[in-house]
């Protein structure tokens, strides 16, 4: 099956800095990624949908300037937290949008933690 | 806007037995699909199962089968022959038919324990 990866799966940081996460399909062009944030024993919150080449459209309420997210081509998306703060840390998950056959898949998820 | 409930936050099951999740989802739409995904502790999400509101038969895959009685807007997930594997959490999503950009509508999820 078609296999959507995301790096790091893990990442500490301290408060104030910076962390990207990236999201990439392997082996399939992605036209459009979600990015989602999980905190634990709880659902998915959609944060932001991106399409290559465009700017993200962000949930109401999640902050533009907070979470940057890229689009750059068919097969990576990025998520930039900025200027990270402890209530920043979660488990943030993306999913690929397969370009032909529409079908989504599910990166590994990638766990930031901010002290 | 669509909603998806799912109101048990837990449930149990002994190994071998069969058990059945439940969800109801509110929408005006007459065409989406409806899902079922499983995260177990590592925290991949796994599509379990996928329903076409255009279709009348129910879904079924292996031991997974589902009861999707649109009238009612309810689309719950049987688990049959359960094993320890299936220990996970559960979640029931919509989404809309159309649209490259329709996006997943999730419940809260349920915590599903298997009891060996």
């Known amino acids: 099956g078609a296999v959507v990866s995301q790096h790091p799966s893990r990442v500490i940081c301290k408060s104030g800095t910076s962390v990207k996460i990236e999201c990439r399909s392997l082996?399939?062009?992605?036209?459009?990624m979600f990015w989602y944030r999980q905190f634990p024993k709880q659902s998915l919150m959609l944060m932001a949908t991106?399409?290559?080449?465009?700017?993200?459209?962000?949930e109401q309420g999640v902050e533009k300037d907070k979470f940057l997210i890229n689009h750059a081509s068919l097969t990576l998306s990025t998520l930039t937290v900025t200027s990270a703060h402890p209530e920043d840390s979660s488990f943030y998950i993306c999913?690929?949008?397969?370009?032909?056959?529409?079908?989504?898949?599910f990166g590994e998820g990638s766990r930031l933690t901010v002290l | 806007a669509q909603t998806v409930t799912q109101s048990q936050p837990e449930m149990s099951v002994q190994e071998a037995e069969t058990v059945t999740l439940s969800c109801t989802y509110d929408?005006?739409?007459?065409?989406?699909?409806l899902f079922w995904y499983k995260q177990p502790p590592s925290r991949q999400m796994i599509l379990v199962i996928r329903?076409?509101?255009?279709?009348?038969q129910n879904a079924t895959e292996n031991r997974f089968s589902v009861n999707f009685q649109k009238a009612a807007k309810s689309f719950s997930l049987k688990i049959s022959d359960s094993q320890l594997g299936d220990a996970a959490m559960y979640f029931c999503?919509?989404?809309?038919?159309?649209?490259?950009?329709?996006?997943?509508?999730f419940g809260k999820g349920i915590t599903l324990s298997v009891r060996p």
């Open positions: 999503a919509y989404r809309s038919y159309t649209g490259a950009n329709s996006k997943l509508t």
């Open positions: 929408t005006s739409e007459s065409d989406y699909y």
């Open positions: 082996d399939f062009q992605a036209t459009t």
């Open positions: 329903q076409e509101a255009y279709k009348q």
């Open positions: 999913s690929a949008r397969r370009w032909d056959t529409g079908e989504l898949f």
């Open positions: 991106s399409n290559e080449g465009s700017k993200a459209t962000y």
